[in-house]
């Protein structure tokens, strides 16, 4: 038997009895994933396009209800787009750019997350999170019938993982009862719970936020506009905060902070919530309710993803408070990371040592996340009285100039974090612009008639930038200097040479380089 906890929103992948469990001995496989969540499955979807055989466990057979990430940021969109995933989310998805603060019941001031042109996906969408794994799944299935070795078993649980220097054994329960398998590699994507962290032993530590927050996601027809709208003490919410965002499908999602001392089982009866978002909305809106439920928000980490044959992505390996839309952003660029360092070592283009660089470089975005979440939350909750001092005389300040409005913490939006100093970045030449230096992600640009993300990402590849380069056994991609080329790649400088990760991360660049620094620079790209 396999325990439902949850009931799922789409069933997409039914349990069917697979032949490993009508043989004696566990079958080996070169990659086992734990957990069909968002991370998971990218994660397969990512291998099995590179050629690498991996199984995905998954307790359920399918995405579970209720809408929780809603937020995907531009990031994302692009690794789903490298993915060949990106269309569809970004169609169904609420576009949104800009968002409003408001005190009380004034506006303090608003922003825009993406000020300029030049960008093929905005800032952000908002999607129903089972919408975003269905697409993803959806994309596996194109990608199977394209003959990527990628196998979903649903309703397969994960009860115990023996961990060895060159493998994992792994139990598993099914409808049909227990069986073995071994994997030289195991990802465990199974989420802040991680049954595969517990089984092995593993920390995680962090902090647990005294405040409870009650989600409603309601179904109306209603005029706001398609922004993100967070209130500090507004009338139908004293002495708190709320946000609230537009959805696919008619839903809005408000999120009521609620403080500590509350009773968990009445904020979610509708005698509670009902009223509560009536006064928010305003007489004679209607509304039906979708989804309601009460959180506390926690920011923990494990102390390293990486233990031998075992990684953790995703919720297993860092949890952060959703103020920010932090924890799938955050989990789909370890997808990014991991999956062609693992797919180089398999097909043997790189040593085994570059799969430590995954603990290095997602430590490092992962501690980033942490901390803005962590900031933001003691914003909105402050612990103290000098810190409550603190928030109300920034707030009553940012009325009167824009100099205080970095100090308003309401939520610093998911970005990519810079791998500055990772062991894997080559030369540098800090007269570029500092938005593209190593260790960067790209930055989008109209090029060649197309997106400039569109045409670099799987693969190692170089940007000829209004110069001419020919190295054997890399794709170069000549850039023309136009003047959002110039200002994104070049700066003062004529011409430049960058050479770009499979994970669309620059690695390295030049004003001149020849093949042979680009060759030596590849070589540290690819863990040495
Ligand atoms: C209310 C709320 C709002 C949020 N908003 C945002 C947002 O706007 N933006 C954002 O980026 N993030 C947001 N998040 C966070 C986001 O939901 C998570 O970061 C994301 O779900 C993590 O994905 P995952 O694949 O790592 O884990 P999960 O989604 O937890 O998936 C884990 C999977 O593993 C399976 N599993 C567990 N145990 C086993 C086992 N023993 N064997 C086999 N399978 C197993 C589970 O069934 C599940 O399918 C929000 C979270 C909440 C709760």
Not at 509 to 518: G, L, P, T
């Amino acid at each position: 038997m396999v325990d439902v906890r949850y009931e799922t929103a789409f069933t997409l992948y039914p349990y069917q009895r697979s032949e490993d469990q009508d043989v004696d001995a566990p079958v080996r496989h070169p990659v086992v994933i734990v957990g069909g969540g968002p991370v998971g499955m990218a994660m397969a979807l990512d291998l099995g396009q590179k050629g690498v055989p991996c199984v995905v466990l998954d307790d359920h057979d399918g995405v579970g209800v209720g809408s929780r990430a809603i937020c995907f940021a531009k990031r994302t969109l692009e690794i789903c787009d490298r993915l060949g995933a990106g269309d569809p989310m970004v169609d169904l998805g609420v576009v949104w750019n800009v968002g409003k603060v408001f005190r009380e019941d004034r506006q303090i001031y608003d922003f825009n997350l993406l000020p300029e042109e030049g960008h093929k996906r905005p800032a952000f969408i908002n999607l129903q999170q089972p919408y975003f794994e269905k697409f993803l799944v959806e994309r596996i299935r194109v990608a199977q019938a394209e003959g990527a070795p990628i196998e979903i078993r649903g309703k397969n649980a994960v009860l115990s993982v023996e961990s060895h220097a060159d493998h994992v054994l792994l139990e598993v329960g099914s409808p049909d009862g227990p069986y073995k398998i071994e994997s030289n590699y195991l990802i465990a994507c199974d989420g802040a719970r991680s049954p595969v962290r517990g089984m092995l032993g593993h920390d995680f530590t962090g902090r647990i936020f005294e405040d409870n927050f009650l989600i409603c996601d309601v179904k109306m027809e209603a005029e706001f506009p398609t922004e993100r709208w967070f209130w500090f003490d507004p009338p139908f919410n004293p002495g708190q905060s709320v946000l609230l965002h537009k959805q696919p499908d008619d839903i809005w999602r408000i999120d009521f902070q609620l403080g500590w001392d509350i009773d968990r089982e009445a904020v979610v009866q509708p005698e509670y919530y009902m009223p509560k978002v009536q006064a928010m909305l305003g007489e004679g809106v209607e509304f039906e309710p979708e989804w309601v439920s009460v959180y506390t928000f926690q920011c923990m980490s494990m102390d390293q993803y990486r233990y031998g044959p075992v990684f953790f992505a995703g919720d297993s390996a860092h949890q952060v408070s959703p103020f920010g839309a932090r924890g799938c952003n955050g989990g789909m660029q370890d997808v990014d990371n991991l999956a062609w360092k693992l797919a180089a070592v398999y097909h043997g283009e790189a040593d085994a040592r570059l799969l430590d660089t995954y603990n290095e470089e997602r430590k490092h975005g992962a501690d980033e996340n942490i901390l803005n979440s962590s900031r933001t939350t003691d914003f909105m909750t402050p612990k103290t009285a000098i810190a409550k001092l603190f928030r109300e005389s920034v707030l009553d300040l940012v009325e009167h100039t824009n100099a205080m409005r970095p100090l308003v913490n309401s939520g610093r939006l998911s970005l990519p974090c810079v791998y500055d100093g990772s062991s894997l970045n080559g030369p540098d030449d800090n007269r570029m612009p500092v938005r593209t230096r190593v260790g960067s992600t790209l930055v989008d640009a109209p090029v060649n008639g197309g997106w400039l993300m569109d045409q670099v990402g799987n693969y190692f590849i170089v940007l000829a930038v209004n110069c001419e380069i020919q190295i054997e056994g890399l794709q170069v991609l000549r850039l023309d200097a136009d003047p959002m080329v110039t200002e994104r790649y070049l700066g003062d400088l004529l011409q430049a040479v960058y050479l770009i990760r499979p994970d669309q991360i620059i690695a390295a660049r030049w004003e001149i380089a020849s093949a042979a620094d680009v060759i030596s620079a590849l070589q540290v790209a690819k863990g040495g």
